[in-house]
């Protein structure tokens, strides 16, 4: 065994796992954002359904369809969570593959790219699905006293 093959091996499978690494990086600051935004929906939502035996009518039709809004947020949050946690995962994978496939000289490229590939529709759905959420947000929001 050559010492020196072997140091350039790791050398070479680490060359192949930085971008996946800095894509790993920046999934888990993306998860951090979307898990704090459902657990501000999810907040919220408990604070309405704790006021909601001392609310008058009106105000139980507002909170009802304020309710109603959180919990479509909380849905496309957590499908946001799902899709980007997948795709975290399979980035995982595409790092632990490119490793195998340097070190067992097997030929993992098409099975690397194409999990690569899910990855990144995962990743793709789970930013829809989180673009939508905070357009729901931002949509729904109201600024000032009740009118």
Known sequence: MDPAGDISLIV?????AIAPVFLLTG?????SVMTTRLGRVIDRARYLEE??????ENDRVATGIELEILGRRARLAGWAINLCTAAALL??????????????S??????V????????IALIGGLISF??????????LRIGPPL
Do not use: P
Request: with cysteine; aromatic share 12%.
């Open 12 to 16: 070479h499978a680490i060359q192949l």
């Open 91 to 104: 980035v995982c994978t595409v790092i632990a593959a490119l490793f195998i496939d340097v070190f067992t």
């Open 113 to 120: 790219g194409a999990v690569f590939i899910v990855a990144m």
């Open 27 to 31: 999934l888990g600051a993306l998860l």
């Open 131 to 140: 673009l939508r959420e905070v357009y729901l947000a931002t949509h729904t």
């Open 51 to 56: 006021k909601w035996g001392s609310l008058g």
């Open 106 to 111: 097997t030929n993992l490229k098409w099975f």
